[in-house]
């Protein structure tokens, strides 16, 4: 799956997964938040999640720490 974190209008991160068969600008043209704190691929599997890789449409690569922001966000802890 690809994702593009966002900041939100409160200014936290919000990570959106969607399918690889969408472009990475295609699915950006559609999310109203202004700001692409980060954008790549990411991996769910038994033992963790994992992120990685690059979004050269929107010239925004992986972050080390989207990994955890998606795992909270997928366990439900708001903050």
């Known amino acids: 799956m690809k994702y593009i974190m966002f900041e939100d209008f409160s200014g936290e991160a919000l990570p959106i997964l969607f399918p690889n068969r969408i472009g990475f600008l295609e ?3 559609q999310i109203p938040y202004t700001k692409v704190l980060s954008a790549g691929y990411v991996q769910i599997r038994a033992d963790g999640i994992s992120c990685h890789g690059e ?3 929107l010239n925004s690569v992986s972050s080390p720490e989207d990994s955890e922001i998606i795992c909270d966000k997928l366990d439900g802890v708001e903050s």
């Open 55 to 57: 979004s050269k449409e």
């Open 27 to 29: 699915f950006r043209e």
